[in-house]
Structure formats: structure tokens, C-alpha cells
């Protein structure tokens, strides 16, 4: 058996040069590997072309990261996107149904950013193409003239729903806090909430900024920041890339059961 779970974390698929590649930022292999204790392994965005049923069994969990792309608005019918906005159908072929089909057979799941977005979206929910054109909503974005330190500093404060996921993830001896701080790096956001989704935290103008599945038989959690960024230097990032790993610990050490139970029936 192995001694760690393994993570899959979804790709962007993107052109390096005149070749169709899949990548994964740096940042999210470190915080599984670092934060979550687990071995990492890239999903490319093949879409159909490698089996759902294949990928769930072989991870302990699955890692939905942010991106520059935006999830196209006609898989939560929403109108044509913005001349120029990027888009990644071959993502969208990829995570929304394997999103699905993770939460069902309660593989644990960490969304970040536009895998908040597309758990929201894979739940029947709606998004904000361009938060920032909103009324009553902030502006969301960074700005990307600034260095990266400044773009992934905190920038405004989230509200804990009380008694759930994330404010029982960073609960101390001395109570448990009512806000945090979080950077912000996001121009969609959830407009309508998905159907057996939980809201777990939100921004100052109400905009969404967390959500747990319901009903999950696992670890379930999105977040619309980026906890991957320095997330030893965070005590919320921290905590949730913990739980995720210990999520995925159990999986696996449940997977290796069953797998002793089938052979010693068999043998």
C-alpha cells in the first residue's frame, strides 16, 4: 500500500508555442505535496477520452484549480461570453462531469477559484460572468501589473457562516473567529447557488466566497480565493489543505480495506 494518497489535480489545456499542451501551476502541486501530505498528479483535459470511472479509481482525491479561463456560459445558460474572454472547452469537457461523478462516489473534493465556479456550475447553479459590472458588487480582480506578493496579499475580508466547515476547520481553544482575511484574483462569480450546496462564507457585498456540498460522503469544499499561495504562512489555508489530505488519507486507507477484504474472500 502506498504511504501517501494521491491527488489529481485538473490541468488547463493551453498552447506552448505551436504545441496543445496541459499545465498545472506550480503553486498547487506545492500545497498538496507540502500542505496535504499527498503525491500529485496532473489530470490532462482529454474530455471522454480517459475514462471517468478510471480516474476515480485511481486517485484519493481531486484538486479543482483556478485558472485565467472563464467556464463557458452555455453549460449554465448563461449568455455569450465577452468578445475576447477566455475559455477552455476541453476543461469543461473534463471537470463538470468528472465533478459530478467525484462527489457521488465520494472521492474528496477541494475546488479553488474556477473550480468553485464549476462545482457551482455543476450543481445547476449560475455565474457572474464579469462581477465587477455587477451592481452593488466590488471589483473583484487583481491587477496583473502588480508583483505577486501584492496580487496574492489579502485584500478584503470574508464572513464564516457559523458552525460551518470552514469556521469549524479553524476553530481555536478560544472560540471560533466570525471572518478572515482572503486575496481576491477572480472576474466570475456565483450569481445563482447550486442545488445542494451550502454557503460557507461570503465577501462584504454578499458576493459568495466559499460553499460545501450538503450531502458530500467526503471532504467537500470550494473556495473563490487562492489558499494554495504561501499556504504555510495562512493558518485558514493551512487548515483546509490539512483536512483535505487527511480526507484523502482516509479514502485511501479505506480503498486498501476493501482491496485486503476482496483478496482474503478470494484467496
Known amino acids: ?25 506550480e503553486k498547487y502541486i506545492s500545497a498538496i505535496v507540502d500542505g496535504s501530505h499527498a503525491l500529485a498528479m496532473l489530470l490532462p483535459a482529454l474530455g471522454a477520452r480517459q475514462s471517468i470511472d478510471d480516474v476515480l479509481a485511481t486517485v484519493d482525491g481531486l484538486l479543482f484549480t483556478g485558472s485565467y479561463s472563464n467556464v463557458e456560459p452555455h453549460h449554465y445558460g448563461g449568455d455569450p461570453g465577452a468578445p475576447g474572454t477566455l475559455h477552455d472547452a476541453a476543461r469543461d469537457a473534463t471537470t463538470l462531469p468528472l465533478m ?18 464549476e462545482m457551482n456550475v455543476a450543481f445547476g447553479g449560475t455565474l457572474h460572468q464579469s462581477v465587477h459590472t455587477v451592481a452593488g458588487l466590488n471589483d473583484h480582480r487583481e491587477n496583473r501589473k502588480d508583483d505577486l506578493d501584492v496580487q496574492y496579499a489579502p485584500s478584503h475580508s470574508i464572513r464564516l457562516t457559523a458552525g460551518g466547515l470552514l469556521q469549524r476547520l479553524i476553530a481555536a481553544p478560544a472560540g471560533a473567529p466570525s471572518e478572515a482575511r482572503v486575496n481576491s484574483l477572480h472576474g466570475q462569480g456565483i450569481e445563482r447557488l447550486g442545488v445542494g450546496l451550502t454557503v460557507e ?7 459568495i466566497e466559499a460553499v460545501s456540498v450538503s450531502d458530500a460522503r467526503a471532504f467537500a ?22 483536512a483535505f489530505g487527511d480526507a484523502c488519507r482516509e479514502r485511501m486507507r479505506k480503498r486498501a480495506g476493501c482491496g485486503a477484504a476482496f483478496a482474503a474472500t478470494h484467496a
Open 221 to 242: 469544499l470550494g473556495v473563490q480565493w487562492h489558499p494554495e499561495w504561501k499556504h504555510a504562512d495562512d493558518a485558514l489555508s493551512t487548515a483546509i489543505f490539512r
Open 100 to 117: 459530478r461523478a467525484a462527489l457521488a462516489a465520494g472521492v474528496p473534493v477541494l475546488a479553488v477559484c474556477r473550480g468553485l465556479q
Open 201 to 207: 462564507a461570503v465577501a462584504p457585498d454578499g458576493l
Open 1 to 25: 500500500m502506498r504511504s501517501k494518497p494521491l491527488v489529481g489535480i485538473s490541468a488547463d489545456r493551453t498552447m506552448l508555442g505551436a504545441h496543445p499542451s496541459h499545465g498545472v501551476g
